[in-house]
């Protein structure tokens, strides 16, 4: 198979999608943000990323507190929408059922099946539009009927993925295998030519 | 819906799966990480996270490069065992057809169709196991057959999801919807309860 190179930019797939809670003062507000990633399992962290010019980064910054909210497919058209309008000009706050758990200035999405109450443990820049916000995993809350043997299942969940540049989302797929196991299937000395 | 409360856990879903790779000495070398995420547009970077006790992240840190390869759903047993040993005592350098583009120390594997060759911008430790890796894409490789318009295609790329905890792998799934467009169904003014 022919390489050929792109020009650099942001090619991860999928992207996991997200919906970050903060208060804006006394009301409940929303972003939709791809741009996310676990960073560490002891203590669970997670980070989101966000351009400054973003209305919720300062909220995030002074209530040093965020939700992460994981969209089920059938939350796909309130998800885009939080995605498409500011909290500067749009209130967010009535446009879904809320609650606040243990951490009131990271409100959740009651239909989100799986939600996450972090505190911001760093702020970071690396020279660009964005902010880094890395927050420890506190609290969650999940819908009780997405889990099984007492862990989130992602074929109940329904999370969507997102694939960048052409803004198409997408649903979880069939099963693939297992991990830590089918790796022993692989044969070291089979080297495949890559094509 | 009744809401229950889980203990903190690295609960986001899914997870992208990718390869690393670096430069161990002389040796190419590799690990499997699901803790990654794009945290920048502007210029494009990404932030991969991994235990301090992994080989890996010396090696990263003396280059000050690492690649990342996105694995396709049929790389699926080479991946999980890239992710089963570890290259202090596995040699992976072997194991399948590398390809070092423009950035030598950034070893990179011809199977994947997507690679990206990242300089190191940042490492940060926030209190736990982890070191995070923050990364400019400097350079990205596809093959020619998963780009449809000079971008590359998420259903001819077919990546691995990785649900953690439950140790699945998954395929990518039916499409969803556009993103900034699916939302402008979305009837702020008939607030869903939730459940």
Same mark, same amino acid.
């Given at each position: ?24 003062? &006394?009301? #409940?507000?929303?972003?939709? !943000? ?10 669970? =962290?997670? $980070? /989101? ?52 758990? &243990?951490? #009131?200035?990271?409100?959740? !999405? ?10 911001? =443990?760093? $702020? /970071? ?71």
């Amino acid at each position: 198979m022919k390489k050929i190179q792109l020009q650099p930019n942001t090619f991860l797939y999928p992207m996991p999608l997200v919906i970050v809670g903060t208060m804006a003062d &006394d009301r #409940p507000n929303f972003i939709t !943000i791809a741009y996310c990633g676990i960073v560490q399992h002891t203590p669970p =962290m997670i $980070s /989101i990323a966000s351009s400054k010019v973003h209305f919720s980064n300062k909220w995030i910054k002074r209530n040093r507190s965020f939700s992460v909210n994981i969209p089920s497919s059938d939350m796909i058209e309130l998800t885009d929408y939080i995605g498409m309008y500011s909290g500067r000009e749009t209130d967010k706050s009535e446009i879904c059922e809320l609650f606040c758990g &243990d951490i #009131p200035s990271a409100p959740m !999405i009651k239909q989100s099946p799986l939600s996450l109450q972090c505190k911001l =443990m760093e $702020s /970071i820049e690396v020279g660009g539009v964005n902010e880094i916000f890395i927050g420890e995993i506190l609290k969650v809350y999940a819908n009780e009927d997405c889990i099984t043997n007492g862990l989130p299942d992602i074929t109940k969940l329904q999370p969507i993925l997102f694939s960048m540049h052409d803004n198409n989302y997408w649903g979880v797929g069939k099963h693939l295998g297992k991990a830590w196991n089918i790796g022993k299937n692989f044969n070291p000395n089979t080297k495949k030519d890559g094509q």
